[in-house]
């Protein structure tokens, strides 16, 4: 709600209008009354309060008093530039008032977040001639937010012992054995690692480093373990506590990846915790699966980079200030699993992600997680408007594909109305290698993806109108399915349903390279299998499972010919005599199995539930067991409800249906749902206890920019030096910070420099103008903009000139800064507070602004020439000329509510 600026620098300046043509407008404005004095026409605080509560518009030129009158639009745009601003003052003065109920705010701060997009639309559009306005401080660098982390060669685990950091590691003190894998120069070398030769020597994180380091040592690797204290150093660079864990430090010649022999599964849930505004993603990891109850060996959160703003200190004597942080939303939606362990998961983020700032109000965000919870690498999609991710899948090599939705620009595709459907394929280390966008001119949604063995991509969900040569067949939405090749091309488009409302929940390949899919048509469950060859022809089987009772399939999953389906039923859901009746509650979650043959068979139905609500988000299956995911509001048999809504994780014996174990979990604000759940054979193994992850260590993420940011192959800016002609910056593919700067520069030729500032959170881009110059930035197009990707904001940036230069820029437009901060919101009284400061201060300098372009050039000429000589007589004309000035300025300013400043 708050993010309606993206920089601390931006302005609206061209260039500078001829003396003699200012001269002529001083006084054309001379009859209208600015809208600060306190007789103006201008409607009062609580009558422009009460309107835009009513009608939410904040600018609206036609209403100003000089709508009318030939004016230069100067003077135009600072007059309804005031009262917009005036306007979100007058909000911001009712949220400081401590009586004023939360259903008010929360809607005060509705229109408040409404009024800050029109300021910004308002601010871009404006057009001044005469002066140069930012709409932050006025800054002598430009800065991106956007830091792109240095790679080193270091892994640190989490806390493997807390204790004294010479005392022996309890979880190490039994049967450790493990491999550390090393390639160098083409060749793998494998390293037995086993603490028993450790012998009667204490197992302390320092003496396990030793006896490992001496193996790799004998093996002429480079690569070493130490010991490392973990936490966040103080005022004096002391790390409080007695965490530890290991360092691991490699060089970029060795890649190292670590397994087990002995291991055993374990599940990863992915979903949200929290609800609304206040949710973030949460990865949670399960072990000790034949147990009565599983272990929860890590649970981690994936949370969106929040707003923050400065506000007072309640009760301070100082004008003390203190950081108030808000929470933006980001929801996991699904996820995935690789060969070696990693953990995918997708879905929809509101704010920046890993230090990648997103273009538009939310956009797709996809993580990679090693086995121990570490967050691998983020990415996001980099959408003008809108985007989210709804499915992902992952192949034997590590390629992954994600599909999801998109409204408005995206790079350089093509945006065919309302919601379009999104596919993206991106490879192991999160590099994107094509992107597929389509859709009907209504909203399409892609509720799946999975991939063939020989890579071809099938994207299933709904759409309410024709595209790729399929007929919209009726009724609300139709069920669809397409088939893009392993390079991205489109090979099919087929629809799936008839007149009513349909739509396809869940895909999956079957045992014999052929695709089941799951639908819900009018409520009723219906699975069918078709030809991959021509899926055009129609299924080759359906099977319809009944009404399910304002219920819906989740997911779905494929064991040679043995179909899993997972989902939520009402009590009449009867494919079969169900194993455990369902348990009377609103809905239950459900397990159905399928034989795959010539047609299908249903073999049995099972319910999970309690007398509340429950749904099976999701479903995964490991040799006999069969494991779902989603969420309760009731308590599930032997356990209990924690929150208001607890996710859950279940287990069943795959070929009959019989119930093992449930586990519920709280989230954020008591709220909790599990959306994606998958199972590594060999994820429960010593290198829990070591704290390292199975499968290849990653020590650092790309260092190109449309890798790491929201910025997308060809997006781009503008820039101008000392108001010459804008030139164009466009990025590629594999551009870094330091060869995007390599560009800037060769505009910037002798007047300016970009360059890389390092800083603790990695690489930034940097633009400083010379002395007496002024650099200009410039937004790139809708849906490309290269500034909004980087942080950056388009604008002057300016650099004064010296005092003892004489040849300065005195031609130049005078500068006025608002110092408007990046954020504001009323959420509170301290942050309305904040506001309305910010909100008075600009108001003064617009006043500032309008005075210098309406005070006569004679009288600043008078003004700005400083002492003269004293005594004697003032000349008769001067005195006359005086006299006119100060009418005019009276007529102007009138009896001001602060006068002129």
């Given amino acids: 709600m708050s993010g309606w600026y993206q920089a601390k620098l931006s302005a609206s300046q061209v260039s500078s209008a001829a003396p003699q043509a200012r001269t002529a407008n001083e006084t054309a404005a001379a009859g209208v009354t600015p809208p600060w004095d306190v007789s103006s026409e201008t409607a009062s605080i609580e009558d422009l309060r009460r309107g835009v509560l009513a009608s939410g518009e904040f600018f609206d030129s036609k209403k100003s008093a000089f709508s009318d009158l030939n004016a230069p639009d100067d003077y135009k745009a600072l007059f309804d530039l005031y009262v917009g601003l005036k306007t979100l003052s007058s909000l911001a003065e009712k949220a ?3 009586t004023v109920s939360e259903t008010d705010r929360k809607f005060i701060n ?12 308002f ?27 240095r790679g080193e060669s270091v892994y640190v685990t989490g806390t493997v012992h807390t204790g004294a950091y010479d005392a022996e590691v309890a979880s190490l003190t039994g049967d450790v054995e493990f491999t550390v894998s090393v390639k160098k120069n083409g060749v793998t070398q494998d390293i037995a690692i086993n603490l028993a030769d450790m012998g009667a020597t204490t197992r302390s994180l320092d003496n396990v480093s030793a006896h490992i380091n001496t193996a790799l040592e004998g093996a002429g690797v480079m690569t070493r373990f130490s010991r490392v204290k973990l936490g966040t150093p103080d005022e004096n660079n002391i790390i409080p506590g007695n965490d530890y864990g290991f360092k691991v430090s490699g060089i970029s010649t060795e890649v190292v990846s670590f397994s087990a022999a002995s291991a055993s599964p374990a599940i990863y849930l992915a979903g949200t915790s929290g609800l609304n505004e206040n949710a973030a993603g949460q990865v949670v990891k399960l072990t000790d699966l034949g147990a009565a109850a599983p272990t929860t060996a890590f649970s981690t959160r994936l949370e969106a980079a929040p707003d923050t703003s400065e506000v007072a200190v309640v009760g301070s004597e100082d004008d003390e200030t203190r950081i108030k942080e808000e929470v933006n939303p980001l ?33 797709m965000v996809l993580a990679k997680y090693d086995s121990t919870g570490k967050m691998v690498w983020s990415r996001v999609l980099g959408a003008a408007a809108e985007a989210g991710a709804t499915s992902v899948a992952v192949d034997d090599s590590g390629n992954v594909v994600v599909a999801g939705i998109v409204e408005g620009g995206l790079g350089s595709t093509t945006d065919i109305g309302g ?3 999104f596919v993206a394929k991106y490879n192991a280390n999160g590099v994107e290698q094509w992107l597929s966008r389509f859709g009907g001119s209504g909203d399409d949604q892609p509720n799946a993806v999975t991939i063939a063995s020989d890579g071809t991509v099938y994207v299933a969900g709904k ?3 024709a595209f790729g040569g399929a007929n919209h067949l009726g009724g609300a939405s139709d069920g669809y399915l397409r088939a893009i090749s392993s390079s991205g091309t489109t090979l099919s488009t087929t629809r799936i349903g008839g007149v009513g409302d349909e739509s396809v929940s869940a895909i999956t390949m079957a045992s014999d390279g052929n695709l089941i899919v799951a639908s819900q048509e009018d409520g009723v469950g219906v699975i069918r299998k078709f030809d991959t060859a021509d899926l055009a022809a129609g299924p080759l089987w359906t099977q319809s499972l009944g009404d399910m009772g304002a219920g819906r399939i989740g997911d779905i999953v494929v064991d040679g010919s043995n179909i899993y389906i997972a989902g939520s039923a009402g009590g009449s859901f009867a494919p079969s005599a169900p194993v455990t009746a369902h348990s009377g509650g609103e809905r239950d979650a459900v397990l159905i199995k399928l034989t795959d043959g010539v047609s299908a068979t249903v073999d049995y139905t099972t319910f999970l539930g309690s007398d509340k609500d429950e749904t099976a988000n999701a479903i995964t299956l490991d040799g006999s067991k069969i494991y779902l995911a989603g969420k309760t509001t009731g308590a599930l048999p032997g356990q209990s409800l924690i929150g208001d809504r607890d996710a859950f994780a279940a287990s069943f014996n795959a070929a009959d249906g019989a119930f093992d174990w449930a586990v519920q979990l709280s989230g954020r604000n008591g709220i909790s749902e599990a959306t994606g759940v998958s199972v590594v054979a060999g994820g429960d193994s010593v290198l829990d206890a070591m704290g390292l992850p199975a499968g290849t260590l990653t020590y650092a993420d790309s260092l190109v920019v449309t890798d790491r940011t929201a910025a997308r192959e060809g997006d781009h800016f503008y820039v101008s030096v000392n108001g010459g002609r804008r030139q164009k910056i466009t990025i590629d593919a594999d551009d870094t910070m330091r060869s995007l700067t390599f560009k800037i520069n060769g505009a910037l030729i002798l007047d300016g420099t970009a360059d890389v500032r390092r800083a603790t959170n990695g690489d930034a881009l940097r633009i400083s103008p010379k002395d007496g110059s002024t650099i200009e930035l410039f937004a790139g197009s809708e849906g490309s903009d290269l500034l909004k990707a980087l942080g950056m904001a388009p604008g002057a940036i300016v650099k004064k000139a010296s005092a003892l230069d004489k040849d300065g820029s005195a031609d130049a437009p005078p500068l006025f800064a608002m110092d408007l901060p990046t954020l504001m919101s009323l959420s509170d009284k301290d942050t309305s507070k904040t506001a309305f400061d910010a909100i008075s201060n600009a108001m003064t300098i617009v006043q500032r602004a309008y005075r210098e372009l309406t005070t006569p050039a004679a009288l600043k000429n008078l003004l700005n020439e400083g002492p003269g000589k004293t005594g004697g007589t003032v000349p008769a004309y001067l005195t006359k ?12 300013g009138g009896s001001t509510s602060g006068g002129y400043y």
């Fill in 463 to 465: 759409a309410a109108s």
């Fill in 331 to 363: 929801e996991i939606k699904s996820s995935a699993t690789a060969a070696d362990g990693s953990v995918f998961v997708v879905g929809t983020t509101s704010a920046a992600l890993g230090g990648a700032d997103i273009k538009g109000e939310h956009d």
């Fill in 419 to 421: 919601k379009d459907s």
């Fill in 123 to 149: 601010y871009d559009s404006m057009n001044l001639d005469g002066l140069t306005l930012l709409k932050g401080e006025q800054l002598s660098t430009a800065d991106s937010s956007v830091a792109i982390s």
């Fill in 110 to 121: 509705t229109r408040f977040s409404e009024g800050l997009a029109q300021l910004d639309s």
């Fill in 881 to 892: 000329q005086l006299a006119n000035y100060t009418a005019g300025l009276e007529r102007l």
């Fill in 96 to 98: 400081m008032d401590k």
